[in-house]
């Protein structure tokens, strides 16, 4: 057993004094009691989780995890795999919508190369972690060897708990890699056990004749490797990305060192739902930032009970949804740390 996964079995349950301290705090403010609706539970959790009278995420950073995907030879994306790696610079030279996003809400972007099929130069701002140049397809073979799986995962680990030890005090993680709309459909199917159908989407956009030609190319998938889909960490090496599965790893790394985490869209979903999966300890520390716009997302947000902090259709990734809500948790921390309760405004108590 490897020693992040021996960790991962010690995450803690959130302190439940803390959340009942919140709670209370919430209730005295100058307010109706529970009229910031879904912004009251987030901010329990969070207490519970940073164990502080004064509730702080001004240290943001949001990780982009990219690799390309072998299954991209069977036709199931618009895109060719170079857009990985053009997107890859876009990232880095401020370019693209998420560093516009991030810029908005104060957070720091770092890129994470998993595994694109491309050779980049040594950059300050690219963490060099590639693993291949792109998963094996997965309709002939596992997407990845057990050894790939775990170093993705060590290194999703390492570099939450580095986030961590950094002072961060919120993690957004998004993605990049053509064809992974595929790979976490396919993941997310087997771990729900559902049929392909139910939770694959358009991705970037295919049509009635590719989305279904996308759907067989799952279920296809899944039949070849129908007897090793039994865990969770089967299901990633056979069907998964190596960016979807250093996700999973990062997940856990926060919920252990308790650095909540903002969970982007449908592709961080999955390994969310993959990281849940192996330790159920780990819900309690990710805050949903929007429903996507991809089919299987309500199903696997509905299957965790998690409530979204927004939903504006999007579907574009690259953590562009984390970044929108990271701003959205900071503003409630504001009106969590600043609102007088009644008491400090000489206010009169609402009746019980």
Known sequence: ??????????????????????????????????SLGVLEGLLERLAAIQKKTVLSVKQKQILIFAADHGVTEEGVSLYPKQVTQAMVLNFLNGGAT?????????????????????????DPRLIH?????????????PAMTAEELDQTLETGWNLALQAHQQGGELLGLGEM???????????????????????????????????????????????????SLTTSLEILRCLGGYEISAMTGAILGAAFSGLPVVIDGWIVSTAALAAVRINPKVLDYL???HQSGEQGHALLLETLEA????NLSMRLGEASGA??????????????NETATFSEAGVAKRER
């Open 177 to 227: 890699g053509i064809g992974n709309t595929t790979s976490a459909s396919a993941v997310t199917s087997a771990l729900l056990n559902q049929p392909a159908e139910t939770v694959t989407g358009r991705g970037t956009g295919l049509n009635d004749a590719l989305l279904r030609h996308k759907i067989e190319v799952i279920r296809f998938a899944h039949s070849v490797h129908q007897r």
């Open 129 to 141: 972690a590639k693993v291949r140049r792109g998963t094996r397809n997965m309709t002939r073979e």
């Open 98 to 122: 998420i560093n516009a996003l991030a810029r908005a809400a104060g957070a720091e972007v770092k890129v994470v190369d998993m595994g694109v099929d491309a050779d980049f130069e040594k």
């Open 1 to 34: 057993m490897s020693d992040w996964e021996k960790s991962a079995g010690k995450i803690l349950e959130m302190d439940e004094a803390w959340r009942q301290k919140a709670r209370l705090r919430l209730r005295e403010q100058t307010r109706p009691e529970g």
């Open 307 to 310: 409530k979204p902090l927004l």
């Open 287 to 289: 805050f949903f930032a």
């Open 323 to 336: 970044a929108l809500a990271m701003g959205m948790i900071e503003a409630a921390v504001c009106v969590y």
